[in-house]
């Protein structure tokens, strides 16, 4: 089953700050949909949209950025959710039929449908979204749809993926792919090519055109494969990615304020990339370049507010971690409670009422329904003790006086 989840500010009452859209058939905003790899993980899912955010420069946890308000932005920032193992197509196919399709269907100008979609993917996960474009253009056809009709259509889709070997450039989506040409994990073609220009070049990243409608931009990185490493502030491609999400999510805002489609275009983005890139200044310099210029209709926190949301984010990590803890021991509770009860239940069949009580009382579990105590009565033990002086006294023969009854 799929499941799409919306980042909002954390709370008391929403310590993890993501609401579940229930009714996707009347969805109809603008958004950033995040998409990990590991998408039955809720950490992994939860955690992908604070970083799509964090790149289209609004306020998180971690950094201040743009200072842009999430509860007031008017573009939503997405991830998916899948509650059951299936393979890599069925699961861009219930994307497509239970939300793309019926997104781009939803309105009277299918172009400007399109363009309120921005895709941010990382690692293998972009695979989901090139399946899912095979998936859309089989429908769009079966609608009458012009193959050149298609590709202008879907060309309005902002692709961005990050850290991936899967091949883009076949897409009809404008899209680009940021990687570290030292990460082996994803380390192809395209990486090799980034890294001899550089070489070359005598420069640290490199950036270009690839394929149908895609941008490639390779840097000299650490090699290791994680997301966050593409957003820390020292990093040299931090710039060029912020300013690539920022640009595709301010269009999309602006396209649903005004009738007209404003379109997007490879040429368009590489120029964003291009006068971003980290190479010409420091990181700083130019993501308050960055910050300064967005205009994404929301307002801003002050750093003084941001400081105190820090703090509530602190707090409701150690709800969450408060409640694991509670949830985990009140489990092993009621785990104890079920041991007991079963031993309680074959002692109580097994037993003399005599051995019930003295068990169950030396054990603190003591049965309140039994009336009287039979604490100070022989247990079970001292009575065979006591039978079997009885008979060795009176020289019975254990085989005769039970055959007889005696």
């Known amino acids: 089953m799929l499941q799409i989840f919306k980042k909002c500010e954390k709370s008391v009452n929403n310590p993890y700050g ?24 809720d950490k992994s899912v939860f955690g992908i949209i604070k970083e799509g955010a964090r790149a289209a420069r609004v306020r998180t946890s971690d950094e201040l950025a743009g200072g842009f308000k999430i509860d007031e932005m008017p573009i939503d920032f997405l991830g998916i959710k899948y509650t059951y193992s299936n393979i890599k197509d069925k699961k861009s196919n219930s994307l497509v039929d239970d939300f793309l399709y019926p997104f781009l269907k939803n309105g009277d100008d299918i172009y400007k449908q399109a363009r309120k979609i921005n895709i941010f993917a990382y690692c293998n996960a972009a695979n989901v979204y090139v399946q899912a474009e095979k998936r859309l253009k089989e429908l769009l056809l079966n609608d009458g749809y012009l193959e050149g009709e298609i590709k202008e259509i879907l060309s309005q889709i902002g692709l961005i993926t990050i850290a991936s070997e899967i091949d883009i450039s076949k897409t009809y989506a404008t899209s680009i792919l940021f990687k570290d040409a030292n990460d082996r994990e994803v380390h192809d073609r395209n990486s090799k090519i980034a890294s001899d220009r550089m070489i070359t070049n005598n420069r640290e990243s490199y950036f270009g055109k690839i394929g149908n409608n895609s941008l490639f931009f390779g840097y000299n990185g650490t090699g290791e494969h994680e997301l966050k490493e593409y957003l820390k502030d020292d990093n040299l491609v931090k710039p060029s990615l912020c300013s690539a999400v920022s640009y595709l999510v301010e269009n999309s805002i602006l396209n649903n304020m005004v009738d007209e489609l404003i379109p997007i275009k490879r040429d368009l983005l590489l120029r964003r990339v291009r006068l971003f890139n980290g190479e010409f200044e420091d990181n700083k310099g130019l993501l308050d370049n960055i910050d300064l210029h967005l205009n994404y209709y929301a307002h801003r926190y002050s ?31 009621e785990s104890e409670k079920e041991k007991n009860r079963i031993l309680i239940t074959g002692i109580k069949e097994k037993c003399s009422d005599v051995a019930f009580e003295q068990i169950v009382t030396a054990n603190g579990m003591w049965n309140n329904e039994r009336k009287e105590s039979l604490r100070n009565l022989p247990t079970d033990r001292e009575v065979r003790e006591e039978y079997e002086r009885l008979i060795e006294e009176k020289g019975i023969s254990r085989t005769r006086s039970w055959y007889y009854g005696k």
């Open 18 to 41: 993501v609401k579940e859209i229930k009714d996707l058939a009347n969805y109809d905003r603008p958004f950033l949909l995040c998409i990990s790899s590991q998408d039955q993980i």
């Open 303 to 333: 750093i003084e507010e941001h400081e105190l949301l820090c703090k509530l984010d602190k707090v409701c990590k150690k709800l969450v971690s408060t409640q694991r803890f509670l949830e985990s021991e009140t489990k092993e509770l």
